[in-house]
């Protein structure tokens, strides 16, 4: 009788120590893992948005036939030199109304998208980087989307002055895997339209548009 109770007592000493080191080595896993889950997620969240932005500014403007003079008017004197530029708000704030919900609903209806790390990468380290087999984890996105135009303002040459636009477009995307979740800033600047403007630009014109 006291046998059996010795063999019952020591069975579940035995369960317990291999609980604990159960319960050890998953919380020392999930410490190691994390950060490396963390790291990756954000970096595919960051280009994942970046092409997503990219691609729809790049067919809106190919679609709208956007060029710098359907943007921008450059008024002159008689001499030939800038007296003004000036931006149609109108089609500049309609066109970045279109980005924003384009690549608002690109964003947040974009299916999850699969990722392969290998086991090596997520343990950390640099012995095992990049080592064994993969493991797939599965990516969604979600985000609130701004976007402002930004005017550039750079010698071209004797009297030529390059004026480019830009889209400055940024984004905060939060990417969802099982148990984590993560939230990273994305910004992104895109070239809508320049020329080279021919003539004298008075500095009070360039500090009006930077």
């Known amino acids: 009788m006291r046998r059996h109770r010795f063999i019952r007592g020591q069975a579940k000493r035995l369960m317990t120590f291999i609980l604990v080191v159960f319960i050890v080595m998953i919380a020392l896993i999930n410490h190691l893992v994390r950060p490396v889950m963390e790291s990756a997620t954000t970096n595919e969240a960051k280009i994942k948005a970046v092409n997503i932005i990219n691609n729809i500014v790049i067919k809106e403007l190919g679609e709208n036939s956007v060029t710098y003079d359907s943007l921008i008017h450059v008024s002159r004197g008689s001499d030939g030199n800038v007296l003004s530029i000036t931006t149609d708000i109108v089609k500049m704030n309609l066109f970045k109304s279109h980005i924003i919900e384009k690549v608002q609903k690109e964003l947040n209806g974009s299916n999850s998208s699969s990722m392969n790390v290998p086991i090596g990468t997520l343990l950390g380290g640099n012995l095992f980087y990049g080592r064994g087999p993969n ?76």
Do not use: C
């Open 135 to 210: 493991v797939n984890l599965r990516l969604t996105l979600s985000g609130n989307i701004s976007a402002e135009f930004k005017s550039s303002f750079q010698s071209a040459g004797i009297n030529q002055t390059r004026h480019q636009i830009y889209l400055d477009v940024e984004t905060d995307v939060y990417t969802f895997l099982p148990g984590l979740g993560t939230a990273t800033k994305v910004n992104t600047n895109i070239l809508v339209a320049e020329t080279i403007i021919v003539g004298t630009v008075p500095d009070m014109v360039l500090n009006a548009k930077q």
